[in-house]
């Protein structure tokens, strides 16, 4: 029970709550104690004494961030005694460094100069030496200027609290005091991986941005705050314009999901937005280049060449991939034009690529796939099973939930065949061998059901069909789950009786288990495995897949799927397509349409004609890209709008230059389903427009006849059509967003899903059995190759690769391999290795590490030059149709030079443009 008390404040009675710091209490009442080493979110440390307060009866002035309140305590926050005693702080602070406050410019953002103002201390009567060289500048991120740091440890906190990276910590003692990295070496040699969180609270501008550094003063700067549009987090950002120019970006404090939070690619990864090699004017062929055309021009012939292909070969000889990196607006227009102005359902786009088996798994078990809880429950979590998905590299600040859970009282559990970082972070860590998940998720509840420990009443009362479940498992006892899965059974049982004994159980997963021919499967058996526990629809359990690219969920809302108009509703259901016809005023197909990797094939077999692409770029995102290249070089009419000439708008007939999300408004929509407001902060590049005005202006030179011609305008259409966005509105946007289903416009939105009944009403126990990947390894391809991402890049790497710290971090393209391995090929870590399937051979570089285990090899998929998905195999999930991306056989070779044609690539790029 929080009984309400009262103390006093300079005079003012205030209540507080019992727990409160008289800090907290004061800001309540909006009262000013100025603070230094405080720092939300985090334990106190009372270690600068700027705080200091004076109580009644006290025998010294007291840290206010520290200090407990207590009934009747009488404080004053401005007397002379405590004016006295900051203005000594301040002169003892100033003597740690080289400090004059009253003519260092700082970065305009210190807050020491701010009291050093405030309290007039304008002389420098001591001093303390320091013994070591006062700048680290030798990474193009951070810049630590040591001869300005406090030893406030703010920045350890932050590091060690919030991000818990555990890369720096207080070194040395008296004047050698400093902040170190472990073995005091430069940053970019250490732990540290840029989240830049440390640099976001230096109070004094002892770290700084090396780039923003002297570029802008806050106050010449414009924030615009807007949403993050790398991963699926969705982090909020405020980009800071200054002449046109995105200097820097800072997370929003208050905002959410990250509160204030970001990663190396959010914080660092803005310079694609201003790339020399942005896209500025629409492209035609012309021989073996292009040649530069006006809008008319080029819009005019791309619409007259695909109503050519329509009457000559049919509505369905056409198709569309929409863009998981694009706003909602305008994925929705996409797939309202491939249906009513192309005349066909044939529309995909990437999340094919990742999450299809989440929405089709999801969908039959729960009746709804999306992340079931929000992402601010993971931390409150007793147990979190991690399976499939390398957390921190993926999603970074999601990563810090889970984390930061693990210090406070929360079990982990980790199932990967990599030693990710989180296992670093667990309670137990299954190493699977690739592709044997629903062999070790099934033995989790063979181990749940034979132990008596599953939640009966839920399973009872909430879902059906367990018997038969029941019966599967039974089959995969943990000896034989040991067998299959490489996991010796005492870990297994261990697990699965952390998680089942846990009172708030969370699941997150995300491409690990998705990507491979058994997806489908995957995502039912942990269905079942939280359904088997009672773990759903309360807050902080949950089945979570973690959506990979910033609007992949968006994407898929909008209807940029082949059998779904916007909010997943059937394109076969008649009442549905009725809705629709009327709302857009044309008759619209009524069969689902072609799949990613289906349209690929069709446009091999000659069945599609034309392809328009918006925003993605198959030739390094989809799997077999040798095959995908021939077919796309085949394709008898290709449009690409983007805003770099990528290797697949290289292959176009037409290009146009669409805007990045700097250059736009809109909303995206993050993994947990909050749709979040997207703002133009800079103006387009060139004649580069934005992609919702270019669907636009195609769309009425199709003779549709569209009146949304705003983002905003657009979203009251989709809020119109779409039961699950009904109370989405712009104004309603401002703040957090609204995480969907919002079903009115008083609709609060709905952070967790099926909480007293499911989608599809009971919980449908779908029993799954373990099957092989369909390439294993054989004598000739002796290695297991899994592809994935890595921190420092992204997707394709069209927009990361642009981005000078980032490409710094990470430059080329590195093979993991297992120190057996290697030493058994005669291959040291550095040296250049050739890696082939039966489909493609590339050239990389080895990274010798035991993160992968023996006859696995890892590739990320991000390098053009040694594009990992010429390797993959376009072996599908029958259901969900997603490659199996995971698991494929390879062959590794030393090679004597790791030939990168790096070069190759950016001369090829700038010839053609
Ligand atoms: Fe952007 Fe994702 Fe990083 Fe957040 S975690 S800053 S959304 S890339």
């Known amino acids: 029970m929080n009984s309400e008390q009262t103390l006093t404040i300079n005079e003012k009675k205030v209540s507080f709550t019992p727990g409160q710091t008289l800090l907290e209490v004061a800001r309540e009442n909006g009262i000013d104690i100025p603070t230094l080493c405080y720092l939300d979110r985090c334990e106190p440390t009372g270690s600068c004494r700027i705080c200091l307060v004076e109580v009644k009866g006290a025998r010294a002035l007291v840290a206010s961030c520290a200090m407990p309140a207590a009934p009747g305590m009488e404080v004053q926050t401005e007397s002379e005694a405590v004016v006295k005693a900051r203005r000594m702080v301040i002169e003892l602070l100033l003597a740690s460094g080289e400090h004059n406050c009253m003519t260092c410019e700082a970065n305009g953002e210190c807050k020491l100069q701010d009291l050093a103002y405030r309290y007039q201390v304008e002389t420098i009567r001591f001093s303390r030496p320091m013994e070591y060289f006062p700048m680290e500048s030798s990474n193009p991120l951070i810049i630590r200027d040591f001869s300005k740091c406090v030893l406030c440890g703010r920045c350890v906190q932050a590091c060690n609290e919030i991000q818990v990276n555990l890369a720096i910590s207080f070194g040395y003692r008296g004047a050698r005091s400093k902040i170190v990295t472990k073995g005091d070496v430069p940053l970019e040699e250490s732990d540290c991986v840029f989240c830049g969180e440390c640099v976001g609270v230096c109070p ?125 607006e305008e994925n929705y227009l996409m797939q309202k034009l491939v249906r009513a102005g192309f005349g066909t359902n044939n529309v995909d786009h990437c999340a094919r690529l990742c999450h299809a088996s989440t929405v089709t798994g999801l969908a039959t078990v729960f009746g709804s796939g999306a992340m079931t809880n929000s992402i601010a429950e993971i931390e409150d979590a007793d147990v979190i099973l991690v399976i499939g998905s390398n957390t921190t590299e993926t999603h970074p600040v999601i990563s810090t939930f889970v984390k930061r859970a693990t210090l406070g009282k929360a079990k982990l559990i980790v199932a990967d065949p990599r030693k990710i970082t989180l296992t670093n972070f667990s309670e137990v860590w299954l190493r699977q061998r690739p592709g044997t998940d629903v062999a070790l998720i099934n033995g989790m509840i063979n181990v749940i059901l034979s132990e008596g420990l599953q939640d009966q009443a839920f399973i009872d009362d909430r879902t059906e069909n367990f018997e038969d479940l029941k019966k599967a498992v039974a089959e995969y006892p943990p000896e034989k789950v040991e067998k299959i899965t490489g996991v010796p059974a005492p870990d297994l049982i261990e697990a699965a009786r952390i998680y089942a004994k846990a009172e708030k159980a969370s699941i997150l997963y995300a491409m690990g288990i998705t990507q491979h021919t058994s997806g489908t499967d995957n995502v039912k058996a942990l269905a079942n495995l939280a359904m088997v526990t009672g773990n759903l629809g309360r807050p902080s359990t949950g089945v979570n897949p973690l959506r990979g690219q910033n609007n992949v969920q968006g994407a898929c809302d909008m209807g940029a799927l082949p059998n779904v108009y916007s909010g997943y509703q059937s394109v076969t259901d008649p009442a549905v397509k009725e809705k629709f016809e009327q709302a857009w005023g044309v008759s619209l197909p009524d069969q689902p349409g072609l799949t990613v990797v289906e349209i690929t094939n069709a446009i091999d077999e000659g069945r599609i004609k034309g392809l328009y692409i918006m925003g993605e770029n198959p030739l390094i995102s989809d799997p077999d890209v040798n095959h995908v290249e021939q077919v796309l070089k085949k394709c008898e009419f290709l449009v690409v709008q983007d805003i770099f000439l990528t290797e697949t708008a290289r292959l176009a007939d037409v290009v146009l230059p669409g805007t990045s999300f700097a250059e736009k408004e809109g909303t995206f929509t993050n993994t947990e389903r909050r749709v979040s407001r997207v703002r133009q902060a800079v103006q387009p590049v060139g004649e580069a427009r934005g ?20 983002a905003e305008a657009v979203m009251a259409e989709i809020a119109a059509l779409t039961p699950s966005y009904a109370g989405i509105s712009y104004p309603r946007l401002e703040g957090n967003g609204l995480i969907w289903p919002c079903l009115d416009k008083d609709h609060p939105g709905t952070p967790i899903l099926h909480v007293s009944q499911f989608t599809r009403g009971l919980g449908l126990f779908t029993p799954v059995e373990h099957r092989e990947p369909a390439e294993p390894p054989s004598n000739d391809y002796p290695f297991t190759l899994t592809t994935g991402r890595i921190l420092y890049q992204y997707h394709t790497g069209s927009m990361s690769r642009r981005c000078e710290p980032l490409d710094y971090l990470a430059p080329r393209c590195e093979v993991e391999i297992n120190p057996a391995d290697a030493a058994e090929l005669s291959i040291s870590d550095g040296d250049g290795v050739m890696v082939s399937s039966r489909r493609g051979e590339i050239v990389a570089t080895a990274r010798v590490t035991d993160i992968v285990p023996a006859k696995v090899i890892f590739i990320p998929f991000h390098y053009a030059e040694a594009a990992a998905n010429r390797l993959t195999i376009a072996e599908l999930d029958p259901v969900a149709k997603i490659p199996e991306f995971k698991v494929c056989a390879a062959k590794l070779e030393k090679v004597e030079e790791a030939e990168t044609g790096e070069g190759e690539e950016a001369e090829a790029s700038a010839q053609e443009a």
Do not use: M
């Open 204 to 328: 004094v501008g002892a770290l700084v941005e090396k780039k923003a550094r002297y570029k802008g003063r806050p106050w010449e700067e414009t924030k615009i705050k807007t949403t993050c549009s790398y991963c699926g987090v969705g982090c909020q950002v405020y980009l800071h314009v200054k002449d046109g120019q995105v200097l820097r970006v800072t997370g929003v404090e208050d905002g959410l999901p990250n509160l204030g939070s970001l990663c190396v690619k959010g914080k660092f990864g803005h310079e694609f937005i201003h790339s020399k090699e942005r896209l500025t004017t629409p492209l035609i062929r012309q021989a073996d280049g292009f040649r530069h055309a006006t809008w008319d021009e080029a819009l005019d012939y791309v619409a007259k060449r695909l109503k050519e292909i329509k009457e000559k070969d049919g509505p369905d000889s056409l198709a569309g991939l929409s863009s998981a990196s694009v706003t909602n």
């Open 691 to 710: 992609d919702l005005e270019i669907l636009n202006d195609l769309a009425s030179r199709l003779g549709l006849s569209w009146t949304a011609d705003t």
